[in-house]
């Protein structure tokens, strides 16, 4: 029976399966963290400036084109194997839905508002942290939300990309048995919405009283 | 069974371009679940061409006796007869085609030109291109737009135009009967003054039967030839002419509805020189006025010049004078 | 079963003169392969392209079930989200014991993927739809199926089209993964040279469906325009 066979493999190897658990949450981790790093301070001053939006647009929507696997391989030819190889894939993964709601949060703050901020003396850099970016926070929280389950869901291909310490090292070795493929398939499943779950939680804790929590969806 | 979406309405295939009365016979309407009707025996008829303005507080049911003669809400009970056929004995979609309507938010289809705005009844009618074509700029002339914004889309036209091509799209099947529902009631003042000017100029030339809903007093005064009050509770106050209700409102609810100022307002309906004694003349330094000047107008220069006696001129030449005692009785409640 | 084990442990040079083993790319190369890549090209559209349609045919209507009967969004929803967070590999590797090894399984989970953001931002579509548009067209006489005909689902079409652009770029990248259950698509390519020391394989099918998705993505943005002229229409007046 595959589902007890599944079971067991889980059972007999906990420290095997917790290390690929944390393998894969750190890699996201780092992943996610670093497109934040990178998305946010440029979608914030893109949309507090209003210049160069369409190219930001324009190269979000590229960067959300590109086939993660595309990447790592064009990356196995120009960097080599390993974690920053399969880093680099998530963090292009991640990036485009950051930055462009990141964007537009900070954009779409009524014109009114930034108005009367900088009739009240604010300075630029006050409207942007004290209007602007409290009012992008549901936005931006919606980006890094559905980016990090996208990166969760796809860090198993880090074992394409020659590193196997995640879910990727049963999961993209198509000759072990269906139990365990299963096993870890059922096991990325519930990391993505155990962290989805969590983001939500943050994101609820973090958006400003007053502001209604804006759905967003990914496309 | 013919398919209503090609079958020309019985209301418009009879009398298409011809204005037919409307008649409201003893129309309740209740809503489930409410106690008090939102329509309460509403009797009334519209004769054919004239101008109906419906008006009263929020609540009254305006909006709801309109949306009953379209059958958007049928009634509970009571019957409705445009040109002395009932309202129930029509298809639905046929006897809506055959009804003009017009609302305060426009609603034009922002996905299609104007000229498929305004071509879309004719469309479902079956008409052949080139007569859609031939109407939509008709139409178009006769709303004051250039013939070149059939090619626009909704988003590139001003709140005002919107409501131009509101109207022309309402037009556009040449309807007997027109339904309102503050059409200009989004409008900044100075437009909606413009297009209320331009729809009264319109009405002489296409004279339909319309029903106008507005909570403007000053509106339906300025638009309706005879307007019905509706008090809470949708029973109707009092219906008559504009002169009517401003010189003898029923009650004190009316009163109250058309205004303190109604003396004045009244004054507004009637020119000088048709109050004016040709024989009589004016002492020398009274102030002067010409014919086609209102009562109000003329009120108030009598008051700004101190003065008992208003000199009413013709072309420039004196034609009578107007004492402010006649003014004051032709205000007179 | 694995291609990857397939793969010669060095390069096939074929008739290429010229090519250095450490080179990044070597045009020579390409050209010599171009048949090959050119199949497997042919092949990811079509994988793609089917998933992509099939995925509109289920999503459309159920959107549109959704639209008129609200309590069957959230079910929908949850199934399609569930879909949308296997991992992809998994979902094929899975799929392998019922559904066998072919074209068939890598379909029912690619339109797996295309579910969840078709549904949305279709319903999405239908709901943006101005009520005082509807109310207009029903006082004027439009029949409910006109009107949905006419005016709803037009007007629902940027949306739809939004969602069948990230759809159609997300579908290309995941047909990459194809191959490893199943000979189709640019992943083959990729899968056989991915443990060569001569790189060229690699760079071509990565820029292959690289390029791939980028032409999809442009020819989608340009369907989108010809479909809704309006949207380009600048917003004027109040």
């Not at chain 3, 005082?132 to 067209?137: G, I, L, M, Q």
């Amino acid at each position: 029976m595959v589902l007890v066979d599944a079971w067991r493999f889980v059972a007999d190897n906990p420290a095997r399966v917790l290390g690929d658990i944390a393998g894969q949450l750190v890699l996201s981790l780092v992943s996610v963290v670093i497109a934040i790093a990178i998305a946010v301070p440029l979608g914030a001053a893109i949309g507090h400036t209003r210049r160069f939006a369409l190219l930001a647009v324009n190269g979000a929507n590229v960067l959300r084109a590109l086939p993660t696997l595309a990447i790592i391989a064009i990356g196995i030819g120009l960097y080599g194997v390993g974690f920053i190889n399969i880093m680099v894939a998530l963090v292009i993964l991640a990036l485009p839905l950051i930055l462009t709601n990141t964007y537009v949060g900070v954009a779409e703050v009524e014109p009114g508002t930034v108005e009367a901020a900088r009739g009240m003396g604010m300075t630029g850099w006050q409207i942007l942290t004290q209007v602007e970016l409290p009012h992008a926070v549901p936005l931006i929280m919606a980006g890094i939300r559905t980016g990090t389950v996208f990166v969760i869901a796809t860090a198993y291909l880090a074992g394409t990309a020659g590193y196997p310490h995640t879910l990727g090292s049963v999961i993209t070795n198509p000759t072990l048995p269906v139990s365990q493929l299963l096993a870890y398939t059922v096991i990325a499943v519930l990391l993505a919405f155990a962290v989805d779950g969590l983001l939500l939680i943050v994101q609820r804790a973090v958006t400003p009283a007053g502001m209604k929590i804006v759905p967003v969806t990914a496309a | 069974m013919t398919d209503p979406a090609t079958q020309e309405g019985p209301v418009g295939a009879s009398h298409r371009g011809e204005a037919l009365a409307i008649e409201f016979r003893h129309v309740t309407k209740r809503y489930p679940g409410q106690d008090a009707p939102a329509i309460d025996d509403l009797s009334l008829t519209v004769p054919p061409g004239e101008t109906c303005c419906l008006v009263g507080p929020s609540g009254g049911g305006k909006t709801t006796a309109m949306k009953l003669v379209n059958r958007l809400i049928e009634p509970t009970s009571g019957d409705i007869l445009i040109g002395g056929r009932s309202v129930l004995t029509y298809d639905v979609t046929t006897l809506r085609r055959d009804i003009g309507y017009v609302i305060q938010q426009v609603g034009l289809f922002p996905h299609m030109t104007i000229g498929a705005n305004i071509g879309t009844i004719p469309r479902l009618l079956g008409w052949d291109k080139e007569r859609i074509a031939e109407r939509t700029g008709r139409l178009l002339d006769l709303v004051r737009l250039d013939r070149s914004y059939a090619k626009r889309y909704p988003a590139q036209l001003s709140g005002g135009q919107q409501q131009r091509i509101g109207l022309a799209r309402a037009l556009a099947a040449d309807p007997p009967v027109m339904l309102m529902d503050e059409p200009f009631g989004a409008l900044d003042p100075i437009t909606r003054a413009e297009i209320q000017d331009e729809f009264l100029s319109l009405e002489n030339e296409i004279r339909k039967t319309v029903i106008f809903v507005t909570h403007d007093i000053d509106e339906a005064i300025k638009m309706g030839d005879k307007i019905a009050v509706l008090r809470p509770g949708g029973r109707l106050a009092q219906y008559g002419s504009a002169d009517e209700l401003l010189g003898d409102p029923v009650d004190d609810f009316v009163a109250d509805f058309v205004g303190a100022d109604r003396g004045l307002k009244r004054l507004s309906l009637r020119s000088v020189g048709e109050l004016a004694d040709p024989g009589r003349e004016a002492p020398p330094g009274a102030p002067s006025v010409s014919a086609g000047t209102s009562l109000r107008v003329g009120l108030s220069v009598l008051l700004a010049a101190n003065a008992e006696v208003l000199e009413v001129t013709k072309e420039g030449r004196p034609a009578g004078a107007v004492t402010l005692a006649e003014i004051r009785e032709a205000a007179g409640s | 079963m694995s291609l990857r084990l397939q793969g010669p442990v060095i390069p096939d040079f074929g008739n290429t003169s010229g090519c250095k083993a450490n080179e990044t790319f070597c045009w020579d190369w390409f050209a010599d392969h171009w048949d090959r890549f050119a199949a497997e090209l042919v092949q990811h559209v079509y994988v793609s392209a089917i998933a992509i349609v099939i995925g509109l045919v289920i999503a459309l209507p159920a959107a549109l079930v959704a639209y008129r009967l609200p309590r069957f969004e959230t079910p929908a929803v949850v199934f399609s989200t569930i879909l949308y967070t296997i991992p992809v590999l998994g979902f094929f590797l899975l799929m392998i014991p019922v559904t066998g090894i072919g074209l068939f399984t890598i379909e029912i989970a690619l339109v797996g993927y295309t579910l969840l953001l078709l549904f949305r931002n279709t319903l999405t579509g239908l709901r943006s739809v101005p009520p005082e548009v509807r109310a207009a067209a029903l006082g004027m006489g439009l029949t409910p199926g006109q009107i949905l005909v006419r005016i709803t689902f037009p007007l629902a079409l940027p949306a739809v089209m939004a969602g069948l652009r990230v759809v159609t770029v997300t579908t290309i990248s995941l047909a990459t993964l194809a191959a490893y259950i199943a000979p189709y698509g640019l992943g083959q390519s990729i899968l056989f040279y991915i443990g060569n020391t001569f790189i060229s394989g690699l760079i071509s099918a990565g820029v292959l469906a690289i390029l791939l998705a980028l032409v999809a993505d442009a020819l989608i943005v340009g369907l989108t325009r010809l479909v809704t002229p309006w949207a380009r229409a600048r917003r004027g007046g109040a």
